[in-house]
């Protein structure tokens, strides 16, 4: 069974850092795209950002280019979201997902329905 479990999330005020971690297991995670969304009140999912596991290229949506940085250590079989310079609307539940399909994160539009296994994400709060 494909687990994926997300943590990391907190409070943290405006101009903050917080990194997430996904850690994966029930899958050969050096073969799989890993990606982060998140999803405010009222809104849909969004992408925010993944990592390809053909050769580690990364994308970002142009709200958190410069600021987000994707990550992965396939010996821990574990993807991080290092988050920089927090705003107000950063604030989500982020979530963390996985896709073997070598169509899946080949530039910065990946949607959520592309991707196969998910977590249950984490909250992130950013106060003003």
């Known amino acids: 069974e494909v687990q994926l479990q997300a943590s990391g999330g907190g409070l943290v005020q405006t101009g903050g850092s917080l990194r997430l971690s996904c850690v994966a297991s029930g899958l050969s995670f050096e073969d799989y795209n890993i990606g982060w969304f998140r999803q405010a009140p009222g809104k849909g999912r969004e992408g925010v950002s993944c990592?390809?596991?053909?050769?580690?290229?990364?994308y970002y949506s142009d709200s958190v280019t410069g600021r987000f940085i994707i990550s992965r250590d396939n010996t821990k079989k574990t993807a991080y979201l290092q988050m920089n310079r927090l705003k107000a609307e950063d604030t989500a539940v982020y979530y963390c997902?996985?896709?073997?399909?070598?169509?899946?994160?080949?530039?910065?539009?990946?949607?959520?329905?592309?991707?196969?296994?998910w977590g249950q994400g984490t909250q992130v709060t950013v106060s003003s």
């Open positions: 990592i390809s596991y053909r050769d580690g290229s990364t």
């Open positions: 997902a996985a896709d073997y399909s070598p169509s899946v994160c080949i530039d910065a539009d990946s949607s959520a329905a592309e991707f196969a296994y």
